[in-house]
């Protein structure tokens, strides 16, 4: 088997980035300098001593770092990292991830997210300086994530669940619930922009955005389909970026495997049959917004 000396890179990174270590600690504890450490990030031959050494030190398998069979991913800051590091190669990209997609999402939503997230780290929280760290390090890789989207405009199918919407609207884009009224009120707020928007996108039937908004129950894990030239990935994950965000808790998933892709790609058929969509869709989303306090254009 052949392998990708650029993409272990690409999981060293990743890996790295979510272990809570500075460059040169790792470097330091496996016995090279952090100029070699990023070296090898950027793709050069690792030797499998150097690898074994940094799947023990990351808590994560040799299997894994070299791309052999599932990636499993604690850290939702190697998560993102690696969705970021796929999407800047992907031509195209179904996202079945509530409520809002990221990468369709407003400036407004992208700029509120920080402070969601933040407020979802509870004051009993494990290690929480740890825990607050990694907001900020997830927010510049979202930041990253929308600036590489923005420049290549990959094709990008998106599922919308609209329980979640209902949800999201009517508790509004928050972090924890029994915040104050006048917080609530203003997140309350901040939802409806973000639901106007989209119906907006929808309306506007931008070339290389397609949503469906599905009306039935939909899968509570996210997933996402990412198609390159030669290659398909799926990722599957726990961690959600909306209305009571998870960054804390869970695995995600990270394949090639045809049978997983399969499933989902059927999946997926299934779902857009049945989903809503341009004007229809729409109309849904705007009698939502008038349902929970906005205006029905």
Known sequence: ??????????????????????????????????????????????????????????????????????????????????????????????????????LLATDQFQDSLEQVLLESIGDDVPDRDRALADVKQIMEILRERKRTYLERLPNIVNLISAMDIERFLRNGFTGRPFLPEEVHEKRRALARAEVEHFANVIEEESIGIQIGLVTATLPHTGFQIFRQANQKTLTISPFRLGEQPNIRVGVAMITSAPEALALHERTVKEMWRSALKGPAAARYLRDLLAQNGGAKK
């Open 1 to 102: 088997m052949a392998f990708r000396y650029d993409e272990i890179g690409d999981r060293l990174k990743a890996f790295r980035l979510g272990s809570g270590l500075s460059a040169d600690e790792i470097a330091r504890r496996i016995g090279i300098s952090r100029t070699a450490l990023y070296r090898l990030e950027k793709g050069e031959l690792v030797k499998l001593e150097t690898l074994e050494k940094l799947s023990e030190l990351l808590g994560v398998s040799v299997p894994t770092l070299l791309g052999v069979g599932i990636e499993y991913i604690s850290s939702a800051v190697s998560y993102f990292e690696r969705l970021r590091q796929i999407e800047e190669k992907a031509e195209h990209i179904v996202v079945l991830a509530g409520p809002i997609s990221f």
